[in-house]
């Protein structure tokens, strides 16, 4: 079964900062969308058409809600689209692991996807995103991310100093160290787990591609890659735990 969780992040600076607040699966027959906890801290408005926080809701398609936030395969840069996540073109992937990779991110809202991270075949931690906080950068460091080249080394750094978000990881080159962006902010508190309980030898990132005609949210995807500690729990916070639903409802 592939699944995402669904965050959601407040208007307004001064509120309850980014959470999760839904989940959205897929068995490969039915798509399922349950709500989380986290939405019932202030604040957030459930979706259009799914008002009822204690529902599960069923369809055969996937919602509108998500099915907007994948580009329309009619679009001429449907293909560079596939291609900028690391998707084979001919041979494009479910709509949730596309979602996954793309974070389902638009300009009109506050909302993005992410897939749970679980272990590998070998029983570690790896991960691909993109790049986040590249429009922030100043303009030496986008002539670096334009100077990047796939599988180069990247290192990851815990930004305490970041007055925004205290749980800001950021992401800088290697040999000439220089801050390029940010590790996406679902990513943040598990990767802040995994640098207390491995030793940083074990945490590699590197470029997995860099999209020199994609726009600043897709142009450099990262690849991270680390063992996987005993007892770590990704995305298990008590935001992320299911409202008891009552009975589903077909959308």
Known sequence: ????????????????????????????GLYRFCYLQGARKPGFQPFAGMTNLNQIYESDELFPLFANRLLSKARPEYEAYLRWSGFDTDSPPDPLVILGVTEGLRRTDAVEVFPCPVPDADGCYLNKFFLHGVHWMPPAALERIARLAPEEPLKIMLDLQNEY??????????NEPMQIGFV?????????????????EFIKLCVARVNHDA?????VL????????????????EDFAPIPAGVSVYC
């Not at 800001?168 to 080159?173: G, K, L, P, Q, S």
Request: charged share 25%; with cysteine.
């Open 184 to 200: 996406p902010r679902y990513l943040a508190h598990d990767i802040r787990q995994l640098v207390k309980q491995c030793d940083t």
């Open 222 to 237: 990262c690849r991270m890659h680390a063992r996987w500690p005993d007892g770590f729990q990704p995305c298990s916070g």
């Open 215 to 219: 726009p600043l949210q897709n142009r």
């Open 165 to 174: 978000d205290r749980h800001a990881v950021a992401v800088r080159t290697g």
């Open 1 to 28: 079964m592939n699944s995402l969780f669904v965050a959601w992040r407040p208007p307004m600076p001064d509120q309850t900062g980014w959470r999760p607040v839904g989940r959205l699966e897929h068995d490969g």
